[in-house]
């Protein structure tokens, strides 16, 4: 599994919106200088994950993005499934994979099946209310003062 530049603005557009959910939408340049993105390619990466459900959008004055459901209900998984493919290391792990004549004695396809199994173990479990808690703990704690 390889995360592009897109799934990397991706996944931070997301953390961000998640971070935001209770304030309600956020423009494009805001979400852009909060997360360091160029304001074009996010209207783009923006768009993709409208295309997949994970934000809304609203027009107008009081326009910009939200999340389309609740940050606990989106996980790291299905965003980086949705922009990336597929995040199994090599295809003929992917489940209906023939086109190896090997397949059946092959001695990597087991491990890559592992590689695979625990990615999948961890990046599904992971949502993106989980990853705002932790931002927001994180700024807390930098946020003390004396």
């Known amino acids: 599994m390889r995360i592009t530049y ?15 959910y209770e304030s309600g939408v956020s423009t ?28 809304e959008s609203r027009r107008g004055n009081v326009g910009g993005y939200h999340l389309a459901k609740d940050p606990v209900k989106i996980t790291l998984g299905q965003v980086v499934r949705y922009i990336e ?7 003929c792990v992917e489940k209906g994979y023939a086109k190896c004549s090997d397949l059946s004695c092959c ?29 927001n703990a994180k700024k807390e704690v930098f946020a003390y003062s004396i």
């Open 28 to 55: 494009i340049n805001d979400i852009a200088k909060r997360i360091d993105a160029p304001v074009k390619f996010l209207e783009q990466v923006l768009l993709d994950l409208k295309k997949g459900g994970f934000v």
């Open 6 to 20: 897109k799934g990397d603005y991706a996944l931070k557009a997301l953390l961000d919106l998640a971070v935001h």
């Open 85 to 91: 493919g597929p995040i199994e290391p090599i295809s």
């Open 107 to 135: 001695l990597f396809r087991g491990v890559w099946q592992k590689v695979a199994n625990v990615t999948s173990d961890i990046i599904d479990n992971v949502t993106f209310g989980d990853l705002a808690g932790q931002f």
